[in-house]
């Protein structure tokens, strides 16, 4: 069973699949698309020819819990991938992308060169929460 988590953002969306037992990230990558329909056919397309399911989908909430307009985006994104016949868990994502910029900064990674390398860390973050809930 290969789990494939998305970090959903404006203009690139992180992704990481796990290995084929579902236990650990296995693969990372950042597709570069703002168009959200055109976004879920690729993410379709990508966890198809993985045979990745479910899809674990981040889901920014505030600090307190609260949903703002970034949550809505997520939900609407849901939306298509099911529309898609794509199976997709909602998973909280608070602090993902700063865990994802620290790991890096204390790798030495700088962070103005790496903003996709970000994406794909926060994605790598989001499916070791949602693997280890399992």
């Given at each position: ?45 990508e966890a198809g020819a993985r045979g990745a399911s479910p899809l674990v989908l981040g889901l920014p909430r505030n600090m307190d ?70």
């Amino acid at each position: 069973m290969r789990v494939m988590a998305i970090d959903y953002g404006d203009a690139r969306t992180g992704v990481a699949v796990s290995d084929a037992l579902g236990m650990l990230a296995g693969e990372t990558f950042v597709i570069a698309e703002w168009d959200a329909e055109k976004l879920a056919d690729r993410l379709a397309a990508e966890a198809g020819a993985r045979g990745a399911s479910p899809l674990v989908l981040g889901l920014p909430r505030n600090m307190d819990g609260t949903e703002g307009p970034r949550a809505e985006k997520s939900r609407a994104l849901k939306a298509l991938l099911e529309q898609r016949g794509c199976a997709v868990v909602l998973w909280d994502e608070r602090r993902t992308t700063v865990d994802a910029h620290r790991i890096l900064r204390e790798n030495g990674k700088r962070e103005k060169k790496h903003k996709a390398t970000v994406d794909a860390v926060a994605a790598a973050l989001i499916l070791e929460g949602y693997l280890g809930s399992l």
